[in-house]
């Protein structure tokens, strides 16, 4: 849920135009990955439908299961254009407490609106999420959620992400000052330090156990630094050297892409072991994370080819990206447990998605036309 900054950049040079259409584009795609991982992959109606349409590793099926990588796209990006509005500012106390406003602003409100929602929607209809107690409930107000002493479960999944972008908000001043005074390459390697001994020590104190059930703790803002700071270092990398030529970004383009499917298949062919204590749990985000960072790199500038990246279509997806993760989950919830739940075949499974499309595109939409982008303009005066 995540990389929900604005495309636009704090200061202008010619590494970084004022606004970027291409990360507009890059982000509607990660919110529409994300949906299609869930339709595919987590949504129970959908894992049994596709069966019938899935023959090989390298079909449909395989594109669905890795649409979870759009999360960490959503993080480098987080990280990238974050770090943009800040690296060159004055860290006083007002540009500071602007900074943490805005964000505040872009996170609390529209998770609220959907939580008011939600729980209406569960007081309603017995079948959808339900929160357990007061203390629950006044604990989703706040997004204290995967945290401890409670490690409070999100009755809305795709929750989990928002408490990892709140914590690198609060970070992000912190490491900005630290560039300043170690360097940036330092602070990067830092993170890449902190989250390899986290997840390596998480993995040691939960030996023997399946990872899954504690990937809260895995995936805690130790273990998704290096993430969130491989668009942080971007950042500064765009800062101290001139944009590549053309030539050489297609052939990063080219690598990137390579080492992207390769990762991926990596994961996939490593699935059964993976969450019992393979030891690419440890660096297979931090190592997705720097390929997202190249292929990010690659396509900051138009390329031949991408131009469709800026297009108006994935621009509006852009735009209503927090919405889109926000929104999708419950949507295929609802659709499973109503309309799916005692007819499950394949063609009811693919009529599924057009209307979760649909609803989640409304919903969406209304979002972000009649409250994020007002609250965006409010938290955009004075800075």
């Known amino acids: 849920?995540?990389?929900?900054?604005?495309?636009?950049?704090?200061?202008?040079?010619?590494?970084?135009?004022?606004?970027?259409?291409?990360?507009?584009?890059?982000?509607?795609?990660?919110?529409?990955?994300v949906l299609l991982f869930h339709w595919g992959s987590d949504i129970g109606f959908f894992p049994e439908a596709r069966r019938s349409w899935v023959v090989s590793e390298w079909d449909f099926g395989y594109v669905l299961d890795i649409g979870w990588l759009g999360v960490p796209l959503f993080f480098v990006l987080s990280g990238y254009l974050l770090t943009a509005q800040l690296q060159s500012r004055e860290l006083t106390r007002s540009v500071v407490g602007r900074f943490w406003l805005r964000r505040f602003l872009r996170i609390y409100p529209a998770y609220w609106l959907q939580l008011a929602a939600l729980l209406a929607l569960g007081a309603a209809l017995p079948f959808m999420p339900q929160v357990a107690s007061v203390g629950d409930a006044l604990r989703h107000v706040a997004l204290w959620i995967n945290l401890p002493p409670t490690m409070t479960r999100p009755f809305n999944a795709v929750w989990w992400t928002l408490p990892l972008e709140l914590g690198f908000y609060l970070l992000l001043p912190g490491l900005v000052w630290l560039a300043r005074r170690i360097t940036w390459q330092a602070v990067v390697l830092t993170a890449l330090g902190v989250t390899l001994f986290w997840r390596y020590q998480v993995m040691d104190y939960f030996a023997g156990q399946n990872y899954a059930a504690h990937l809260p703790v895995l995936d805690a803002i130790p273990g998704t630094l290096f993430t969130f700071c491989a668009g942080f270092g971007l950042a500064y990398l765009l800062v101290e050297r001139q944009p590549l030529s053309p030539a050489w970004r297609a052939l990063l383009l080219v690598l990137a892409s390579t080492a992207f499917v390769a990762l991926a298949q990596w994961l996939q062919a490593n699935l059964a072991t993976y969450w019992t204590g393979h030891w690419m749990l440890g660096v297979f985000n931090p190592l997705m994370a720097a390929v997202i960072a190249a292929l990010l790199l690659a396509l900051l500038w138009p390329l031949a080819g991408f131009r469709w990246l800026a297009s108006r279509p994935l621009t509006w997806l852009g735009d209503t990206s927090y919405g889109i993760y926000l929104w999708h989950y419950p949507v295929l919830m609802l659709l499973d447990r109503t309309l799916l739940?005692?007819?499950?075949?394949?063609?009811?499974?693919?009529?599924?998605?057009p209307v979760a499309l649909l609803v989640t595109a409304v919903l969406a939409g209304l979002s972000y036309r009649y409250l994020e982008a007002p609250l965006m303009q409010l938290g955009r005066r004075g800075s």
């Open 1 to 33: 849920a995540v990389g929900f900054g604005s495309c636009h950049m704090a200061h202008q040079s010619s590494a970084q135009p004022g606004f970027n259409p291409n990360l507009h584009g890059l982000r509607g795609i990660a919110a529409l990955a």
């Open 341 to 353: 739940a005692h007819w499950n075949t394949p063609a009811l499974a693919l009529a599924a998605l």
